[in-house]
């Protein structure tokens, strides 16, 4: 497994796509927890977990999953945590849980890149 995190607007798509030519890539936002089980790469990780808080999913246990299930995926998350805490609730539940589910992978994964200005620069590399 291997994670490419970085602020919005940052790169991180476009640096996936040249880093990884050959993945089918998919839309986070779009997937199923089955379909995100068997992705290649998923575009906006960020986004499958905002729709699944939306749905009252519970999202423990997702990253043994992940790991378990599809070892070999590359996640393209944006880091929501910078900026102003949101008033709405709902707002600061989301970023919170993008922050925990990516830290727990990050645990796991055997690569990390961070994408600023369309540059990656390796967090970790196992």
């Not at 994670?3 to 798509?13: E, L, N």
């Not at 990780?45 to 423990?60: E, T």
């Not at 999953?65 to 995926?73: I, T």
């Not at 645990?107 to 200005?117: E, L, M, P, Y």
């Amino acid at each position: 497994m291997e994670m490419i995190i970085g602020g919005a607007y940052q790169g991180k798509s476009s640096y996936a796509k040249k880093q990884f030519p050959d993945v089918k890539w998919k839309c986070g936002a779009e997937l199923t927890e089955e379909e995100l089980l068997e992705a290649e790469g998923v575009l906006g990780f960020h986004q499958y977990i905002r729709k699944c808080l939306k749905a009252g999913a519970d999202l423990s246990g997702l990253t043994e999953k992940l790991a378990e299930k599809n070892p070999g995926v590359v996640l393209v998350s944006e880091e929501v945590g910078y900026g102003i805490v949101p008033a709405d609730a709902f707002e600061r539940q989301y970023r919170e849980a993008v922050g925990r589910v990516c830290t727990e992978l990050a645990g796991k994964t055997s690569k990390v890149t961070r994408v600023v200005c369309g540059i990656g620069m390796v967090l970790k590399n196992d």
